[in-house]
């Protein structure tokens, strides 16, 4: 299942944003989850990982172009998507460009337009997914299955296969 995780501090426009996306991303396809509080959707992308993200560019606290930056950071392969009314270019193409933005949309949006950006969205996440996939069998070509496997649950759980222990040689559980 694909997962698109929506911010934006005004709960209408998550409200109408999530309402003009399930016209055409079937609840049993794509979860969507939506966050007001760009530093709440920080702490929500360490649990979960995102096909693609949106953001509004002007937010109070953490700008959007600030917030994606971060985002990157977490989960380079998401792809990042910026959604303002902004009339400032200048500084909307510098968050674009900073934190690698796929696309930006314009508000008001366009239902269709809307649509054509996240399936071209659901399609860059696909082959950034496979380009990674390609990279990494080759340099899992020498590794036998235990280690092929501990690196991918940590990959799928980071932090799994980390053990720490106290003085005592204990195992310390959190």
Request: hydrophobic share 45%; charged share 25%; glycine share 4%.
């Given at each position: 299942m694909r997962r698109v995780l929506l911010?934006?501090?005004?709960?209408?426009?998550?409200s109408a944003l999530q309402r003009a996306l399930r016209r055409f991303l079937p609840e049993s396809a794509v979860a969507i989850e939506t966050c007001q509080d760009p530093e709440q959707a920080l702490l929500r992308c360490d649990e979960a990982e995102f096909?693609?993200?949106?953001?509004?560019?002007?937010?109070?606290?953490?700008?959007g172009g600030d917030f994606l930056q971060?985002?990157?950071?977490?989960?380079?392969?998401?792809?990042?998507?910026?959604?303002?009314?902004s009339n400032d270019v200048v500084e909307v193409m510098d968050a674009i460009n900073r934190a690698e933005v796929y696309r930006y949309v314009a508000k008001p949006w366009e239902a269709k337009e809307l649509e054509k950006v996240f399936a071209q969205a659901f399609a860059r996440r696909d082959e950034l997914l496979a380009a990674r996939s390609a990279a990494g069998e080759g340099e899992q070509a020498g590794?036998?299955?235990?280690?092929?496997?501990?690196?991918r649950l940590e990959a799928e759980e980071p932090g799994i296969t980390r053990v720490r222990r106290d003085s005592d040689?204990?195992?310390?559980?959190?």
């Open positions: 911010v934006d501090d005004e709960p209408n426009v998550l096909d693609v993200v949106m953001s509004d560019y002007r937010m109070p606290g953490l700008s971060v985002f990157k950071a977490v989960q380079p392969d998401a792809v990042r998507l910026v959604l303002s009314a590794l036998s299955p235990q280690e092929r496997e501990a690196r040689g204990s195992v310390i559980l959190d």
